[in-house]
């Protein structure tokens, strides 16, 4: 159950990852985007760590 759960994360943090770097793509980055899904990247992250 647990391992899921943190699979489930990894996915979700895959995924940020990949709209971070589609926003850092762009010719005008919205700096905003970029601040908000690195915050959601880093609590992810930190979750993962905990279990």
């Known amino acids: 159950m647990e391992s899921s759960h943190v699979s489930a994360l990894q996915l979700k943090h895959a995924g940020i990852d990949r709209q971070l770097h589609d926003e850092l793509s762009r010719p005008m980055p ?8 690195k915050k959601r990247k880093l609590r992810l992250k930190e979750e ?3 279990n």
Do not use: E, M, N, P
């Not at 919205?30 to 899904?37: F, G, R, S």
């Open 30 to 37: 919205d700096a905003v985007v970029i601040q908000a899904l």
């Open 48 to 50: 993962i760590s905990r």
